[in-house]
């Protein structure tokens, strides 16, 4: 069985990747557990267990996917916890947290940023920051994660019939479906000011809601097209891939 470990920053992205490795795997093709760090301790001690669940019997595929509860952990866990995991079957442990661009130029403040997340911080010649380990990688969502559900324009109307493409237009002005959502300074606000056009909301640290949203989730548009206009969505896509095949 091939075995994958992801670490993530909140309940947003543990319960996102859920989803989209059983969607992209199929429901009895991966088994997959969800676990909560609490606390300072090195071990996880709360289980998750999400709207959408696998539902394998023999599966040839297991991901186990951490909620770090706040994205300066993310890295600090996966050094933590990487020769363990490696030492139990794990091949792959993949990283995933937010980032906010500073100023007009978010890739290459992108580029600094994933560039110390992967080789640490070296000051005056000094390694401050230990590198990750052999085997890990991160992705980052720029701007939140909420950038790629923004993106997946064809969810509104799951959400609430009303919210169509031409109505979220006319009340916001910004259109999800062309514009670039990674642009969008704060894309949670924004997904929860669509909603509130029909008195519903989306509120990140809300179980519910935020599952409401990723059940809505068109996953095929997700792995088809925008994968191919979201280039770190693409990079979390391709590692999926890689580790199915």
């Known amino acids: 069985m091939k075995k994958i470990a992801f670490f993530v920053e909140g309940q947003t992205e543990q319960l996102f990747i859920n989803k989209l490795l059983i969607e992209i795997a199929g429901q009895k093709n991966i088994s997959v557990e969800l676990e909560q760090f609490q606390g300072y301790g090195r071990r996880p001690t709360k289980n998750i267990y999400p709207k959408t669940a696998s539902n394998s019997v023999s599966p ?23 020769q363990t995991l490696f030492l139990q ?3 792959q442990i993949v990283g995933l947290l937010d980032f906010y661009p500073q100023n007009l130029c978010p890739e290459t403040n992108l580029t600094q940023f994933e560039n110390e997340l992967i080789n640490g911080t070296v000051k005056r010649n000094r390694q401050v ?3 990750l ?3 890990t990688a991160i992705v980052v969502a720029v701007n939140e994660i909420e950038s790629w559900f923004l993106s997946e ?4 109307t799951c959400v609430d019939a009303i919210l169509t493409n031409s109505f979220i237009v006319s009340r916001v ?18 997904l929860h000011d669509i909603y509130q056009l029909v008195g519903k909301a989306y509120k990140n640290k809300k179980k519910d809601t935020v599952e409401r949203t990723i059940e809505c989730l068109d996953y095929a548009n997700i792995y088809i097209k925008l994968a191919s206009k979201i280039t770190k969505l693409n990079d979390l896509v391709s590692i999926i891939n890689i580790f199915l095949t």
């Open 133 to 135: 380990p052999a085997n």
């Open 153 to 156: 324009c064809n969810h509104f």
């Open 89 to 91: 079957g794990y091949t």
């Open 173 to 190: 002005g910004f259109d999800p479906c062309i514009d670039d959502m990674t642009l969008r300074s704060h894309p949670a606000q924004d």
């Open 129 to 131: 920051t230990p590198p």
């Open 60 to 82: 040839k595929h297991y991901a186990l996917i951490h909620d770090c509860r706040g994205d300066s952990s993310v890295r600090s866990r996966i050094i933590d916890n990487y």
